[in-house]
Structures are given as C-alpha cells and as structure tokens.
C-alpha cells in the first residue's frame, strides 16, 4: 500500500513539474505585444522635488499622451498636473522653489520647442517663450539663483542660438549677448554670465573662446579630428572641465585653466574608450564620477565622498545604474537601473541611512515575458580593424539556422551600448536574431576609429557591417539567406545603402527617416546646424571639391540597382532630412515594380513621439519582414 501511495504522489510530482516546464516553455515562446513594447512606458524620467518632499515623472493620459504626474516620496498618492492635448510631453525639471515643472514642447516634430511652466498646485500651464519658429534650448539653471534661466534662442538669427537671462517670476528675457559666428555650445558661468563658446572654423577646427572685455579670444585650438565639449566650470569659475582627445587617443577628462589655458590637467582616461558622461556636485561643483562605456558601462569614482554610494549601489541590482535625481540637500537620490533582459528600475536612495527602496519599473508588463540577453561582441573587418558590437539570439536558436537582423544605429557619431532595447528584443521574440555593430565612425572607441569613418560612408562603413553579418554566420546559426538590414536616420541610410550597393547580401531592408541624398547634409538641414559644415566635410567629403565621393555615396543616384524588398517610414515634418528624400526613392521603385511599402506621418518629424504611430509603423515592419524574410 504504501509503495501504492507513493507512485501516485511521484506521478502527481511529474505531472505538476510537467505542467511547471510547460508553462514556462509556453510562457517562453509567447509573442510580446507591440503595444508592450512600442507603446507609451508606464512611468518613466523620475525626478526628484529639490526639497525631496515630492516625485515627479512622466506617465501616460487617458489619451495615451505622456503628461507630468507628481506623487509623494514612495510613488503614493498620484495626480497628473499637466493636460498638454497635441503631443507627448517627452523630459521636464523641477524648478528650485519646488512649486512648478518646465518642459519643452515643438509641433509636430518641427523642433522648434518652445518653454513651458506648469504649476504643481493648480495646473496652471504658462508658454514662457511664445514665439513663431524659433527655436529654444535651455542652457543653465543652478539651485543658487533659482529664479533665473539662461536660454538659448534662435530669434535674431535661425543660425545662432543667442543666451539670454529670463526672470522666471517676471516673465522678462534679457540678452546677455550676441553668439559668436558658428558657435556650437556656450558656455555660461556660476554667475550666469555668457563668458565662452566652442565654435567652429571655416577649416574644420574647433576653437574654445573667451570673452576678454568686448574680444573673444581663443585659448583652446582642436583640429578636426580632435574632439574638445566645455563640461561644468569650478566654483569660483576659474577651471573648465572638459572632455578633450588632444594629448590622447581617446577624450579624457580634462581641468583648464582659464587665467592660464596652457595648464591643462588630465584627471581621468582610458587607453581605448572615450569618458562619456560625469557626475559632479552641485554645491561644491566637485567632479566625483567619470563613466566609460566599455562593453558595459563603468564609472571610475573621482571623489571618495561617493565610494560607498557607488559600491552600495553596485550591490543592488545586477543592471548599469545612472544617478537620475538629486535633493538640494544631496541625500536622497533616484538611481535608475537598466538592464538588457527586463524593465528600466527605479530606486529611491537615502545616502545617510545607505538604504535603496524599490520604486517601480518604467515598463512592468515586461516582467510577463522573456526577454533575451545581449551579448558583447567583436570581430576584424576586413581591412584589419577591430570592430565591438552586440549580439542577441532567439529562444533556442541553437537548434535551427534563425534569420538574422543587422540593426544599425542612427548619427552616426554615436554607438549602442548595453541594455534595454525594444526593438532588439521584438526581433528577438519572432525568432529573428540581431547585430548591432559598432562600426567605424561610431564614437566612444577613440579618436582613431572615429577618423576611420572619414569619407567611408556608403565604403568602409557600410563593409563593416557586410563584414559583421559574414562574421555571424561563422557559428552555424544564421541563415545566410535570410539576412535584413534595418535603421534609423543614419541606420535608414545605411539600410539604402544595403539595399543599392551590396547585391546579393541582404534579403529586404528598413529604413526609417533615412537620407538617401548626401548633398542634402550640406543643404537642406536646419539652419543651426551649419555650424558644424566645416567639420563635416572632413567627415563626410567636401560637396563642391569632392562632389564624386558625395555622389558614390548617396542611394538616390543609384536606386535602380535596388532589387530588394524595401520598405521605408518618414515623418512629414522632418526638421533634419526632408521627406522627399524618401518619396524619390519611393517613385523609382514604383517605376521598377520593386516591392516596397512606405508610411508617411503627417504629425510627426525625425522620430515617432505618437505612440499610436510608432505602433502602426511597427506592425507593419512585423508583417514585412515575415513576408520577405
């Protein structure tokens, strides 16, 4: 009897273990909807009342658009105080005295933001820069002198942002003076006086200037392929902290002196990767953390007073974590983890007592599915070059020879890095695997590989990722047949780049807000960005003296060789590359009767802010790409 009793409770252990291992199988193989992950994140860009009485973020309305919703410290008792009905809020700050957000807000994706303030009490929402096609960035704000702002606008001039002073209780703006010719960033000091500018030259060069009495003159001088960005100023606004590759192949954090600019110390670097991001105090203006994004993000502490922070928080959650909030008092923080196989975590931080307290995840209905890992990765192009990137593979893809995805990113003087990415994962969830490449000209791999991307595009640049995707296939799980390139703005262009000029490689291909015309960059661009022309026509080729390398390079005079599937996604009021670059393309492939598909967004600019559209777009990326790869 008893041998009885226990065959039926091993049989009953089998068959809950059975349903158990079903269950998660089931559960493993689940499609993840869109609107999981293309739609509207449940909460996201916490911040931190200066006080530390209050948390504010951004969250979805009744109508899907993102609005700024305050709550008490633990997330408690919310209340959304913003009604903004045209388009989502997408980042905001608190003001110092605790009692308003600002945020910037364009139409339709025209850029051209404008500066609002909503009280938190009321809801009452004020333009704060109410003019017509002009353009507002925020330059300065400091606890210090918290009814003040410094403002970039572009009102005199479309190609200048000049600073000006606004009184935040009086509405009243205040230039502080005019921006020297083709200025890329100013800087203002700890007074909230415009005492520099980066500018560019008509050679390439970069030129730190300073403004001596009514002169500007230049104490830092970078030729093009050298990269100099002003960070933060010292206290007592004598030092410059900067980012600065001159002495170094890769950017270094850099202290110049700016009574002598020819003492320049190096305070933290790397051999190969670039300093990317600093954390400084801002009461003291002490610099305590550098980051670098090797294959993971790691910080170097700079000021002990934070070591015990950082390896409290390096304990806490198995993600790369960034500070994203700090109180006046700096004792509480909001510290966001991200990680690549589940949601963005938020954490309330009390540096006194050394507790973190779990807050929320930007997306919980991630937590449902399974995501899959990102694998650093690298490989030699075929010219010798190390190139890094990633990898991310399908549930079970050893068992059978998956499709594979090459997913480009945009600039391309940027990279991807690791973490949460909803695409990659999408891709990843319908049995397609996926290639991130860090190709030649992305940034934050060293001054060197930065410059090996000089005149590559559509060459060098684009070999890098037919390289990569032959790299691939060496393990046995790719399908060599079923190979897709896809992207965004300058991923879009690589995409037609894959289409036009790499027969026989690349099965279909996506483009998204691509240039398909690279004479354009130097012509149909946003005026405030001729500042950076000299400098890019080192990067890219001088469109009158080289017209023939701009011209190899641009898919719009060679589209007729595109064979391929193509499809293509632009919004209407593109500040930065016209749609018509896009329709053009469209017509030829019309006249040649190659299949295509192409969305055109009349409320959106160089990136789908509606989730409604980023959802229609990419449900018809899912059924192009089962139908052709």
Same mark, same amino acid.
């Given at each position: 009897?008893?041998?009885?009793?226990?065959?039926?409770?091993?049989?009953?252990?089998?068959?809950?273990?059975?349903?158990?291992?079903?269950?998660?199988?089931?559960?493993?193989?689940?499609?993840?909807?869109?609107?999981?992950?293309?739609?509207?994140?449940?909460?996201?860009?916490?911040?931190?009342?200066?006080?530390?009485?209050?948390?504010?973020?951004?969250?979805?309305?009744?109508?899907?658009?993102?609005?700024?919703?305050?709550?008490?410290?633990?997330?408690?008792?919310?209340?959304?105080?913003?009604?903004?009905?045209?388009?989502?809020?997408?980042?905001?700050?608190?003001?110092?005295?605790?009692?308003?957000?600002?945020?910037?807000?364009?139409?339709?994706?025209?850029?051209?933001?404008?500066?609002?303030?909503?009280?938190?009490?009321?809801?009452?929402?004020?333009?704060?820069?109410?003019?017509?096609?002009?353009?507002?960035?925020?330059?300065?704000?400091?606890?210090?002198?918290?009814?003040?702002?410094?403002?970039?606008?572009?009102?005199?001039?479309?190609?200048?942002?000049?600073?000006?002073?606004?009184?935040?209780?009086?509405?009243?703006?205040?230039?502080?003076?005019?921006?020297?010719?083709?200025?890329?960033?100013?800087?203002?000091?700890?007074?909230?006086?415009?005492?520099?500018?980066?500018?560019?030259?008509?050679?390439?060069?970069?030129?730190?200037?300073?403004?001596?009495?009514?002169?500007?003159?230049?104490?830092?001088?970078?030729?093009?392929?050298?990269?100099?960005?002003?960070?933060?100023?010292?206290?007592?606004?004598?030092?410059?902290?900067?980012?600065?590759?001159?002495?170094?192949?890769?950017?270094?954090?850099?202290?110049v002196d700016l009574h002598h600019p020819e003492n320049i110390e190096l305070i933290a670097s790397d051999p190969i990767y670039d300093a990317t991001r600093v954390m400084y105090d801002s009461n003291t203006y002490v610099l305590q953390a550098v980051q670098f994004n090797r294959e993971r993000q790691e910080w170097l502490i700079i000021d002990d007073s934070i070591k015990a922070d950082f390896e409290y928080l390096k304990k806490l959650h198995h993600g790369d974590f960034t500070v994203a909030s700090r109180t006046n008092d700096d004792n509480l923080w909001i510290v966001a983890f991200n990680q690549d196989t589940g949601p963005i975590g938020y954490f309330l931080y009390d540096r006194h007592a050394k507790k973190a307290t779990f807050l929320f995840y930007h997306n919980l209905e991630l937590l449902k599915y399974s995501l899959q890992p990102m694998h650093p990765i690298e490989f030699t192009a075929r010219d010798g070059l190390n190139i890094h990137g990633y990898m991310t593979y399908p549930k079970n893809y050893s068992n059978s020879k998956v499709p594979l995805i090459v997913y480009v990113h945009g600039g391309p003087w940027l990279r991807d890095c690791w973490g949460y990415d909803a695409l990659t994962q999408c891709f990843a969830n319908r049995g397609y695997a996926v290639l991130q490449i860090n190709f030649r000209?992305?940034?934050?791999?060293?001054?060197?590989?930065?410059?090996?991307?000089?005149?590559?595009?559509?060459?060098?640049?684009?070999?890098?990722?037919?390289?990569?995707?032959?790299?691939?296939?060496?393990?046995?799980?790719?399908?060599?047949?079923?190979?897709?390139?896809?992207?965004?703005?300058?991923?879009?262009?690589?995409?037609?780049?894959?289409?036009?000029?790499?027969?026989?490689?690349?099965?279909?291909?996506?483009?998204?807000? /691509?240039?398909?015309?690279?004479?354009?960059?130097?012509?149909?661009?946003?005026?405030?960005?001729?500042?950076?022309?000299?400098?890019?026509?080192?990067?890219? /080729?001088?469109?009158?003296?080289?017209?023939?390398?701009?011209?190899?390079?641009?898919?719009?005079?060679?589209?007729?060789?595109?064979?391929?599937?193509?499809?293509?996604?632009?919004?209407?009021?593109?500040?930065?590359?016209?749609?018509?670059?896009?329709?053009?393309?469209?017509?030829?492939?019309?006249?040649?009767?190659?299949?295509?598909?192409?969305?055109?967004?009349?409320?959106?600019?160089?990136?789908?802010?509606?989730?409604?559209?980023?959802?229609?777009?990419?449900?018809?990326?899912?059924?192009?790409?089962?139908?052709?790869?």
């Amino acid at each position: 009897m008893n041998n009885i009793k226990l065959l039926v409770v091993s049989l009953a252990t089998i068959l809950v273990i059975s349903c158990l291992v079903y269950f998660k199988m089931t559960a493993d193989h689940v499609k993840i909807p869109l609107e999981v992950l293309f739609g509207n994140p449940q909460k996201m860009c916490v911040r931190l009342a200066p006080s530390g009485s209050k948390i504010a973020y951004l969250k979805p309305d009744g109508q899907d658009r993102l609005q700024v919703w305050v709550a008490d410290i633990m997330g408690q008792n919310e209340r959304k105080i913003t009604d903004n009905t045209h388009r989502s809020i997408t980042s905001f700050m608190w003001s110092y005295d605790n009692q308003y957000v600002f945020y910037l807000q364009d139409s339709n994706g025209n850029e051209n933001w404008s500066l609002y303030q909503t009280n938190i009490d009321s809801g009452e929402t004020k333009n704060l820069t109410n003019f017509e096609n002009v353009q507002v960035r925020i330059l300065r704000y400091k606890k210090q002198l918290p009814n003040y702002m410094v403002l970039g606008i572009n009102h005199e001039s479309k190609q200048r942002h000049d600073p000006y002073l606004l009184n935040l209780q009086t509405g009243e703006l205040t230039l502080l003076g005019k921006s020297p010719h083709n200025a890329l960033s100013l800087v203002i000091d700890n007074d909230l006086k415009f005492i520099g500018a980066l500018v560019s030259t008509d050679d390439g060069s970069h030129q730190l200037l300073i403004k001596d009495q009514d002169e500007w003159k230049p104490i830092i001088v970078r030729g093009y392929e050298d990269n100099f960005e002003p960070l933060f100023l010292s206290k007592d606004n004598r030092y410059l902290y900067a980012l600065d590759s001159a002495n170094s192949n890769s950017e270094c954090v850099v202290k110049v002196d700016l009574h002598h600019p020819e003492n320049i110390e190096l305070i933290a670097s790397d051999p190969i990767y670039d300093a990317t991001r600093v954390m400084y105090d801002s009461n003291t203006y002490v610099l305590q953390a550098v980051q670098f994004n090797r294959e993971r993000q790691e910080w170097l502490i700079i000021d002990d007073s934070i070591k015990a922070d950082f390896e409290y928080l390096k304990k806490l959650h198995h993600g790369d974590f960034t500070v994203a909030s700090r109180t006046n008092d700096d004792n509480l923080w909001i510290v966001a983890f991200n990680q690549d196989t589940g949601p963005i975590g938020y954490f309330l931080y009390d540096r006194h007592a050394k507790k973190a307290t779990f807050l929320f995840y930007h997306n919980l209905e991630l937590l449902k599915y399974s995501l899959q890992p990102m694998h650093p990765i690298e490989f030699t192009a075929r010219d010798g070059l190390n190139i890094h990137g990633y990898m991310t593979y399908p549930k079970n893809y050893s068992n059978s020879k998956v499709p594979l995805i090459v997913y480009v990113h945009g600039g391309p003087w940027l990279r991807d890095c690791w973490g949460y990415d909803a695409l990659t994962q999408c891709f990843a969830n319908r049995g397609y695997a996926v290639l991130q490449i860090n190709f030649r000209g992305s940034t934050g791999y060293g001054k060197a590989f930065l410059n090996a991307g000089n005149k590559q595009w559509g060459k060098k640049m684009l070999d890098d990722l037919v390289d990569g995707a032959i790299w691939a296939q060496k393990d046995g799980h790719i399908d060599a047949s079923r190979i897709a390139i896809y992207g965004g703005s300058y991923g879009g262009y690589a995409a037609l780049c894959g289409a036009t000029f790499t027969q026989g490689v690349f099965k279909c291909a996506v483009d998204i807000c /691509g240039r398909s015309n690279i004479f354009s960059r130097f012509t149909a661009i946003p005026e405030y960005w001729k500042a950076y022309i000299a400098t890019q026509k080192h990067r890219i /080729g001088d469109p009158e003296s080289e017209a023939d390398i701009i011209k190899e390079a641009s898919p719009l005079f060679y589209a007729d060789q595109i064979k391929i599937p193509l499809f293509m996604a632009h919004g209407t009021n593109d500040a930065r590359i016209n749609p018509e670059e896009s329709e053009k393309i469209v017509e030829i492939l019309k006249k040649n009767n190659v299949p295509h598909e192409y969305l055109a967004f009349s409320d959106e600019g160089h990136s789908f802010v509606k989730a409604h559209n980023r959802l229609i777009c990419f449900a018809a990326i899912e059924k192009f790409l089962e139908k052709y790869l």
